[in-house]
């Protein structure tokens, strides 16, 4: 929420378009993600197997639709506001957690 909420001030006070916000942001963010990465999850999962090419191929695919996904947000962001961009997430869990009680069954708590 609090990021939402940054991106939109950013966007508005700041006089910045969503492709410059994107830019000046990533580099942080993927700084403090690897760190995080390298340091809590160090030795934790064994190295996938080189030989496997399906293994790569979803890989590419999950780093593909990872970026498609970030450029469509930022261009909703561009074109809306960083409210409708925070509520259009929060309905995204409501229909993950929807989706997933209607495919697998699960129990859904108050403590999600």
């Given amino acids: 929420m ?9 966007l508005q006070e ?3 378009d969503a ?6 942001t ?11 990465a390298l ?5 934790v999962a064994p190295p996938p197997v080189p030989t496997d090419c399906h293994l ?5 695919l999950s780093c593909l639709l990872s970026v498609l996904y970030n450029l469509a947000s930022f261009s909703l ?25 209607l495919l697998f069954g699960s129990r859904l708590s108050t403590l999600i």
Wanted: with cysteine.
């Fill in 39 to 43: 340091v809590l999850e160090a030795g």
């Fill in 19 to 24: 492709v410059t916000l994107l830019y000046a």
């Fill in 14 to 16: 700041e006089q910045l």
């Fill in 77 to 101: 962001l561009a074109l809306t506001s960083a409210l409708t961009v925070h509520v259009l997430g929060n309905l995204t869990v409501v229909g993950n957690l929807v989706l997933s009680r």
């Fill in 26 to 36: 990533s580099l942080p963010s993927f700084c403090l993600l690897a760190g995080a």
């Fill in 56 to 60: 790569w191929a979803c890989v590419l």
């Fill in 2 to 10: 609090a990021v939402a909420l940054v991106s939109g001030a950013l």
